[in-house]
């Protein structure tokens, strides 16, 4: 599922704004302005001495007012520093916000339904898992790993300008079994509980509902019972790719250091870490934990399991 950015497109036009904004503010602060401030001490220098010179030789001016609008006139700022100044913080606190604390997208597609629904307004935390330079996503703190059952959005490793959001299955040196599209970890069955079956308003149709519990976390997943466990022919050349054997009834894979096995809840509707392989550290944007709004359902707001 690739996500859709709210503010703004990507972090770099932000940084490029913020950029721009922030050397006109600097070079207005540190150094128009006192420009200005001079132009205007030599103008009204000049002014009193005229008036001086009038007053001394006899002559009454009315000059109410105008010592002060002409200083107002040459020390006011540029229209284009102005607005400047002016975008500059905001620009600036947005760009801080979305780089090191929550980021938010939209949800566009339905391969984590049951959990997020299209149109969903989802808020990503950017620092639960590590501190990370803005543009460059190289972390410089460590903090969190990431747990299964997360949901966590990430670069997608065949593309890395789109965000996919999925569901932690498998981290580091997990052996993860997949097969009659049930999860096993580590020779551990994943408990699965029935409910009712669940019709996808976008389609119109009825999927078996489980509640899975991995490792703690309860979560639902749908599977449609007329779908295959996974389709062989939709898996693409990864890295380590010999970490994983395809079976007619599935597939196994243990996950490499550094890297993160993903799987949708919609689970025969998600393209995710059986056909396209791992996440890799570096790959990681957040973990997202609130939906803020959804506009065609006001109900969906609150937290994310």
């Not at 970490?243 to 993903?262: D, I, K, S």
């Amino acid at each position: 599922m690739s996500l859709q950015v709210i503010l703004g497109n990507f972090a770099l036009i932000l940084f490029v704004l913020m950029v721009i904004t922030g050397v006109i503010w600097c070079l207005d602060v540190f150094y128009l302005a006192k420009q200005r401030r001079a132009a205007a001490d030599r103008a009204l220098a000049e002014y009193d001495a005229r008036n001086a010179k009038a007053t001394a030789d006899g002559i009454k001016l009315d000059n109410q007012g105008k010592r002060a609008e002409m200083e107002a006139s040459i020390i006011r700022q540029p229209t284009w520093i102005e607005y400047s100044g002016s975008f500059f913080p905001v620009i600036a606190l947005v760009f801080c916000l979305r780089s090191f604390l929550y980021e938010p997208f939209k949800i566009p597609s339905s391969s984590m339904v049951p959990t997020l629904l299209v149109g969903d307004l989802i808020l990503v935390n950017k620092f639960t898992y590590g501190i990370r330079l803005p543009v460059l996503n190289k972390k410089i703190i460590q903090i969190n790993d990431p747990q299964r059952g997360d949901v966590m959005v990430f670069k997608y490793p065949m593309d890395m300008s789109q965000d996919y959001i999925k569901r932690v299955i498998g981290v580091p040196g997990d052996k993860i079994t997949y097969e009659n599209k049930r999860l096993t970890v580590n020779g551990v069955e994943v408990k699965y509980t029935a409910l009712d079956d669940y019709l996808e308003d976008e389609k119109l149709v009825y999927n078996k509902q489980f509640e899975e519990n991995l490792s703690g976390v309860s979560h639902r997943i749908l599977n449609n019972a007329a779908a295959p466990t996974y389709n062989r022919d939709n898996v693409l050349p990864f890295p380590h790719n010999d970490a994983c054997t395809y079976r007619y009834e599935g597939f196994t894979c243990t996950v490499p250091a550094g890297n993160y096995f993903m799987m949708g809840d919609n689970r025969d509707n998600s393209a995710d870490s059986r056909y396209w392989g791992f996440v890799p550290d570096k790959n990681i944007v957040g973990k997202a934990f609130f939906v803020w709004m959804n506009l065609g359902n006001l109900r969906r707001i609150g937290s994310i399991h």
